[in-house]
Every structure is written in C-alpha cells, then in structure tokens.
C-alpha cells in the first residue's frame, strides 16, 4: 500500500501526561496536512483542538483512561463532557476487573450507555488485550459485536503491550461482520501498518508513522 493511503487509518494519537498545547497542536497540523483519520488526545485538549482544526481535522478522545476502572456513570460524564466539547470520536476503556469477574452484562451495559451519551458519535471499545486470555477476547468479541458500538480495540499503549497481528486474525475470525476493528500500540512502521490492515485492522492507533514519513523518526 502507499504510505499515504495506510495515514488514511491512522488516528495519529498523542496521550503522553507531559503533552502540552503546542504538542497537540503539531499533530493537528499533521493530521490536516496528510488527510489522517483522527487526532486521538487527552479530553483537556479537545475544546482547543476542535476550535484549532476547523472540521478540517477529527478529534478523537478517551474515556475511563488507561484503567478502565471508573464506574460507569464517571464514564458517561466524561463522555457527556468531551462530546460537547467537540469530540468527534470516543475510545474508552472496558472494566477488566469486571470481564475477569465474569460479569459480562455489566460490560455490555456500559457500552451502550457510553455509546448512547456518544450522541451518534463512533465509539471503540479498548479490552486491553495484553491482560486477557484468548477466551477472554473471544468473550470481547462477542460482548462488543452484540453492544452498539462501532469497534474493538486491542490496547491503550500504557500496559505490558500493545496490538498483535495474532490479535487482530482473532478478531476478525470473532467479530460480527460489521463491526470494525482498531490495532493500537507498537506499531512502529509502514510495513508492520500494512500487515494490520491485511489481516482486518481498519483502523491504527500510533504516534510514529507521521514521523516515519516527517522523516523525524
């Protein structure tokens, strides 16, 4: 694939805790310059940046994050919050404890109460895949392919580690057709971009492809 149409996928995120606005404000730049999926950011940042890019640019932010073990009703606030801040697309992340627990409907709710104050807005489902065993993703994959929510994603970037492309076949073999799917973490070239688009990643969640093609990395 040309590396121009693989940024196409590319929600070009920045969630460090150091990140600043001129920080933010350079990969809103970059995603407007190389027509980039969406800037995945911080939730403090998204009322600045949906001003900055002018609908040239998707803002997408998270929810619930890195641990996923807010309650619920914190989640839809914050997701309540970003969206009228201008949040275009919401990543949150799923209770662990509560899918290690076996309470799976607790899980489904949640999405969908998220999805619901989402406002008609894309919504990814991070499961932190690094912490799961495979028949806790396949449990995911069900769980989100029955939920109102666009995605699944493999990782937020701050555990043990990010997607793999054994991840990403297991999703696709799971997941209900319709459904999209969302690799984050580690994706550290063109080519390994590639491998997770073949194999059904339509979406990729990393900070260094646009500095590969800046040639700053």
Same mark, same amino acid.
């Given at each position: 694939m040309d590396k @121009?149409?693989?940024?196409k996928y590319v929600d070009h995120t920045l969630l460090k805790q150091t990140a600043t606005w001129e920080d933010i404000?350079?990969?809103?730049d970059d995603a407007i310059e190389?027509?980039?999926?969406?800037?995945c950011i911080p939730p403090s940042f998204v009322k600045q940046a949906k001003e900055y890019v002018k609908n040239k640019a998707k803002i997408c932010t998270v929810i619930g994050f890195p641990n996923g073990y807010n309650t619920t009703k914190v989640k839809v606030?914050?997701? @309540?919050?970003?969206?009228?801040?201008?949040?275009?697309?919401?990543d949150m992340v799923i209770n662990i404890g509560d899918l290690k627990s076996k309470k799976y409907n607790d899980i489904l709710n949640e999405i969908n109460e998220i999805k619901e104050a989402c406002n008609g807005k894309i919504l990814k489902v991070i499961i932190?895949?690094?912490?799961?065993?495979?028949?806790?993703?396949? @449990?995911?994959?069900?769980?989100?392919?029955n939920s109102n929510a666009e995605y699944i994603k493999t990782s937020t970037g701050f555990s043990t580690n990010g997607a793999?492309?054994?991840?990403? @076949?297991?999703?696709k073999k799971y997941m209900k057709e319709g459904k999209e799917i969302k690799a984050a973490g580690?994706?550290?070239?063109?080519?390994d971009a590639e491998s997770f688009i073949e194999n059904g990643a339509t979406r990729l969640g990393t900070?260094?492809?646009?500095?590969?093609i800046k040639g700053k990395d």
């Amino acid at each position: 694939m040309d590396k @121009k149409e693989i940024l196409k996928y590319v929600d070009h995120t920045l969630l460090k805790q150091t990140a600043t606005w001129e920080d933010i404000r350079v990969i809103c730049d970059d995603a407007i310059e190389y027509n980039i999926a969406s800037v995945c950011i911080p939730p403090s940042f998204v009322k600045q940046a949906k001003e900055y890019v002018k609908n040239k640019a998707k803002i997408c932010t998270v929810i619930g994050f890195p641990n996923g073990y807010n309650t619920t009703k914190v989640k839809v606030l914050e997701t @309540k919050d970003a969206i009228n801040n201008g949040a275009d697309e919401i990543d949150m992340v799923i209770n662990i404890g509560d899918l290690k627990s076996k309470k799976y409907n607790d899980i489904l709710n949640e999405i969908n109460e998220i999805k619901e104050a989402c406002n008609g807005k894309i919504l990814k489902v991070i499961i932190e895949t690094c912490l799961l065993k495979d028949e806790e993703k396949i @449990k995911m994959c069900e769980i989100v392919s029955n939920s109102n929510a666009e995605y699944i994603k493999t990782s937020t970037g701050f555990s043990t580690n990010g997607a793999t492309i054994e991840d990403i @076949k297991l999703f696709k073999k799971y997941m209900k057709e319709g459904k999209e799917i969302k690799a984050a973490g580690g994706i550290s070239s063109f080519e390994d971009a590639e491998s997770f688009i073949e194999n059904g990643a339509t979406r990729l969640g990393t900070s260094r492809l646009v500095k590969l093609i800046k040639g700053k990395d």
